[in-house]
């Protein structure tokens, strides 16, 4: 029996793959990037160390220092650090080196073959265009692959290594960053190869790569700028209440989160009867009861909405909120600028893997949109690109 015959896409595939570990440029790009994979994992481990110290610290002094309330205790502390923090530094690193990898394996993918003539050649074989732009893009994606894997397990093994063993939750959460982070670079191959399809040569082509990765880059610093813009002024945050409640009860100390920042909320604890420290949310100088405005929380919804759907665009942001509610276990993406953080985390809480990802669907949805409609626009393009 004959032996059956390979896929002329499997054969294109292959091909690409053997270029790229024949690539000087690529080679070099991927040891750059394995020299920072082992250098954010221990930071990843210096910064770990100095949480968990710093919270068993914080924990010991909780436990010492009760404060007394009708025989209440009150025990608000950050939640323990997740070990996954090791990887907030690599998923730095990757953000942008990674990125600038993926771009390079895409902007001449098409232009090269062209340039040199070897697409004409290619094309006169028994091989169908949607076969050689497929392979061409399965071989990349299996490199990408192959260096996001291997950047991954070496992580890991340095983590494991200093006696750091994850557990099944967090096991679960490196298999989800590692799917987030693949899909991210996928985005930027995506972005590549379609410059690489539309344009005459691999100049004009990195041109217009670096052009909507800059867009992608300064959408999300001047979000804020045209949220505020659009919004105006926030309406005072606190207001007197007309209940005559407060955040605390009225006869025992009260506590409210007034700042969170690196993932780490500030809670200020106080008496009623003492007016709270200098007039802190939730209790004025003079005793009055406050409650939090109405308009004040409708405005930061609206603003955060309109921010939100400008950063969607941007697949370095969609990449930042999703790492960060994986690797620091949150509910949801921790929240920037003059908005005040909110406490998202105790100390006895647990959040989900699901719980996590559910709160960034959006931008896990823009992340897939963006690689099939970039990798969409590359085939078609392809399939009518004039060799002549």
């Known amino acids: 029996m004959a032996a059956k015959e390979t896929s002329p896409i499997l054969i294109v595939a292959a091909k690409e793959f053997k270029d790229y570990l024949s690539s000087k440029r690529f080679l070099a790009l991927f040891g750059v990037l394995a020299v920072l994979t082992i250098i954010g994992a221990i930071t990843g ?7 968990l110290s710093t919270y068993n610290s914080n924990l010991q002094t909780v436990k010492s220092e009760t404060v007394s309330a009708g ?3 009150l025990k608000m502390i950050g939640g323990m650090p997740s070990l996954l923090s090791i990887f907030q530094s690599y998923g730095t690193y990757i953000a942008s080196f990674g990125m600038l990898l993926a771009i390079s394996m895409g902007f001449d993918m098409i232009t090269r073959e062209k340039e040199e003539g070897t697409l004409k050649l290619l094309l006169t074989h028994p091989v169908f265009r949607d076969s050689v732009i497929n392979g061409k893009l399965l071989g990349a994606g299996a490199m990408l692959f192959m260096v996001l894997a291997s950047t991954f397990l070496a992580t890991t093994a340095i983590m ?4 750091i063993v994850p557990g099944m939750d967090d096991l679960a959460r490196i298999g989800a960053f590692f799917v987030m982070t693949l899909l991210f670079l996928f985005t930027y191959l995506a972005i590549a190869v379609t410059a690489s399809t539309v344009s005459p040569n691999s100049s004009m082509a990195v041109l217009i790569a670096i052009f909507i990765v800059l867009i992608g880059a300064v959408v999300p610093s001047i979000s804020s700028t045209v949220g505020s813009a659009i919004m105006g002024t926030a309406p005072q945050m606190m207001i007197p209440s007309t209940s005559g409640a407060t955040l605390g009860d009225s006869t025992s100390p009260g506590s409210v989160i007034v700042g969170s920042s690196g993932g780490t909320t500030t809670v200020v604890t106080y008496a009623v009867s003492d007016g709270g420290p200098g007039g802190a949310p939730g209790i004025s100088r003079n005793g009055t009861p406050m409650t939090i405005n109405p308009e004040y929380t409708s405005y930061w919804s609206t603003r955060n909405t309109i921010e939100g759907i400008m950063n969607v665009i941007s697949p370095s942001y969609n990449y930042e909120v999703i790492s960060q509610v994986i690797t620091e276990e949150l509910s949801s993406p921790r929240t ?6 909110f406490f998202q985390r105790s100390a006895d809480q647990s959040v989900s893997l699901m719980e996590s990802l559910s709160s960034v669907w959006m931008n896990i949805l823009a992340l897939v949109v963006m690689i099939i409609v970039g990798f969409g626009i590359s085939y078609v393009k392809f399939i009518r690109v004039d060799v002549r």
């Open 45 to 51: 481990l210096i910064n770990y160390n100095e949480q």
């Open 160 to 163: 494991m290594f200093f006696g």
């Open 336 to 341: 920037s600028g003059s908005n005040p953080g």
């Open 71 to 73: 025989g209440m205790m």
